[in-house]
T-cell receptor
Framework: EPEVTQTPSHQVTQMGQEVILRCVPISNHLYFYWYRQILGQKVEFLVSFYNNEISEKSEIFDDQFSVERPDGSNFTLKIRSTKLEDSAMYFC?????????????FGPGTRLTVL | TQLLEQSPQFLSIQEGENLTVYCNSSSVFSSLQWYRQEPGEGPVLLVTVVTGGEVKKLKRLTFQFGDARKDSSLHITAAQTGDTGLYLCAGAWNTDKLIFGTGTRLQVFP
């Protein structure tokens, strides 16, 4: 069964450093998302992406964040200058455009630790 | 701002018992998903409901969407230890952005 994959599974970085989190969505999906989950808190929406453009972004997704689909398979989230409060699990999700019921399939996540 | 309230937050039961968890909002959903999440892993989609009054079954799990599309419930019949986990509802209103509830943490004891 096709699934969303994410790398790395765990990333440790120093405050102020740039990180890139990578995702490979399900191959025939056209809508892509990033969510994050701070330890012990709710899963929160960051950004949605379709047709090489951001469709919607949350207040969390400020100028330090960017997303890119550099080729036909990868979808990346970049944090330019990490802060301590960016420590969280980051989940990528994707959706098939043929389904209008907003069924989003999530990857296993990347645990980001900012020291 | 749309909010999803889930109840109960925690549920601890014996194997074989039945249980129901609830997901409520003050706004009408355009769609609602139920996910299950294990520690350190991503949410796994269980079901999507879109029509008011809709009932969907997944083995021993029964999902119901309220007539007004503002609430949903998940009922598990004859719980098993393998049902232990965090159950999340997630709703969307007018866009595809998912708003997640705080979850119900279920522990099933043998």
């Amino acid at each position: 069964e096709p699934e969303v994959t994410q790398t790395p599974s765990h990333q440790v970085t120093q405050m102020g450093q740039e990180v890139i989190l990578r995702c490979v969505p399900i191959s025939n999906h056209l809508y892509f998302y990033w969510y994050r989950q701070i330890l012990g808190q709710k899963v929160e929406f960051l950004v949605s992406f379709y047709n090489n453009e951001i469709s919607e972004k949350s207040e969390i997704f400020d100028d330090q964040f960017s997303v890119e689909r550099p080729d036909g398979s990868n979808f990346t989230l970049k944090i330019r200058s990490t802060k301590l409060e960016d420590s969280a699990m980051y989940f990528c999700a994707s959706r098939n455009a043929r389904f209008s019921y907003n069924e989003q399939f999530f990857g296993p996540g990347t645990r980001l630790t900012v020291l | 701002t749309q909010l999803l309230e889930q109840s109960p937050q925690f549920l601890s039961i014996q194997e074989g018992e039945n249980l129901t968890v609830y997901c409520n909002s003050s706004s009408v959903f355009s769609s609602l998903q139920w996910y299950r999440q294990e520690p350190g892993e991503g949410p796994v989609l269980l079901v999507t409901v879109v029509t008011g009054g809709e009932v969907k079954k997944l083995k021993r799990l029964t999902f119901q969407f309220g007539d007004a599309r503002k609430d949903s419930s998940l009922h598990i019949t004859a719980a098993q230890t393998g049902d232990t986990g965090l159950y999340l509802c997630a709703g969307a209103w007018n866009t595809d952005k998912l708003i997640f509830g705080t979850g119900t943490r279920l522990q099933v004891f043998p």
